[in-house]
């Protein structure tokens, strides 16, 4: 069945530094999502990537997908200690969404 | 619009034992499907429940069963509970195709002894 790897695991990062996390899928997916889960809470969206290429901005948050449509990345500049918690990639087909383990990310100010 | 609603919010079961959770969708969502989260892992999909049938699932076992009602809302039901099913629970509604946008509820935490 369909996989999906993140790293790193766990980051641990200085307010002020940058962060990017890595989402590989062992298939290709019709889209990828993003979710963020704050300690002691529930996933929540963040977007969704649909093309090939594609590249989107949410503030200090820039997200891509892939050319091959079977990874992903997600980058955040200048972290700040409202951006603690754990960052999720979704792979989607049609049917299901597959979730990798997420990455933790830690924000020392 | 109140969003994603579980209950209980927490439990605790001893093995063998069995457990029901709830899970009301967010308004104008059609589509629930239900994940368990171990601690430090992702949400697993267990199933997903479609105009009052199973519509996909995913790799757990016949102990895990769930029913979707006429207004959308959903049950699921784990039997024989084992120590390995203590986990976050948690219920998704979204609307269209199974992959679509996940809007998750707080989850019930459960702990079977």
């Known amino acids: 069945g369909q996989q999906v790897m993140q790293i790193p695991q766990y980051q641990h990062v200085q307010e002020g530094e940058d962060f990017t996390t890595y989402c590989n899928s062992s298939?290709?997916?019709?889209?990828i999502q993003w979710y963020k889960q704050r300690p002691g809470g529930h996933p929540v969206f963040l977007i969704q990537?649909?093309?090939?290429?594609e590249v989107k901005k949410q503030k200090r948050l820039t997200f891509q997908f892939g050319e091959a449509k079977k990874n992903s990345s997600l980058h955040i500049t200048a972290t700040q200690t409202t951006d603690v918690g754990t960052y999720f990639c979704?792979?989607?087909?049609?049917?299901?969404?597959?979730f990798g383990k997420g990455t933790m990310l830690l924000v020392s100010p | 619009d109140a969003g994603v609603t579980q209950s209980p919010t927490h439990l605790i079961k001893t093995r063998g034992q069995q457990v029901t959770l709830r899970c009301s969708p967010k308004?104008?969502?059609?589509?629930v499907s239900w994940y368990q989260q171990a601690l430090g892992q992702g949400p697993q999909f267990i199933f997903q429940?479609?105009?009052?049938?199973?519509?996909q699932r995913g790799n757990f076992p016949d102990r895990f069963s769930g029913h979707q009602f006429p207004n959308y809302s959903s049950e699921l039901n784990v039997n024989a509970l084992l120590l390995g099913d203590s986990a976050l629970y948690l219920c998704?509604?979204?609307?269209?195709?199974?992959?679509?946008?996940?809007?998750f509820g707080a989850g019930t935490r459960l702990s079977v002894l």
């Open positions: 298939t290709t997916l019709s889209n």
């Open positions: 979704a792979g989607g087909d049609y049917s299901t969404l597959t």
């Open positions: 429940y479609y105009e009052e049938e199973e519509r």
């Open positions: 998704a509604s979204s609307t269209g195709q199974g992959g679509d946008i996940q809007y």
């Open positions: 990537l649909v093309k090939s290429g």
């Open positions: 308004s104008g969502h059609d589509t």
